[in-house]
């Protein structure tokens, strides 16, 4: 999730604005995480489903 669209509970401001020291620890701490830390288990799963299928057919048409 991305911190654009975030409401903080301790000030009720966008934590993209950074009003209150919550906001600010949390838009630094979302900052920091890597590209793939948004995503759910669920789509996770779904990405190494689709990379092992991928697999598969280019091991398939090599064969």
Known sequence: MT???L???NCAAPVSQGRCPVCRA???RLQQEGPLSGLTPVALI???VVLV???ALVA???A
């Open 3 to 5: 911190y654009d669209r």
């Open 7 to 9: 409401v903080c509970a």
């Open 26 to 28: 949390n838009r630094e």
């Open 46 to 48: 779904a990405l190494l």
């Open 53 to 55: 299928a991928a697999l």
């Open 60 to 62: 398939q048409q090599t």
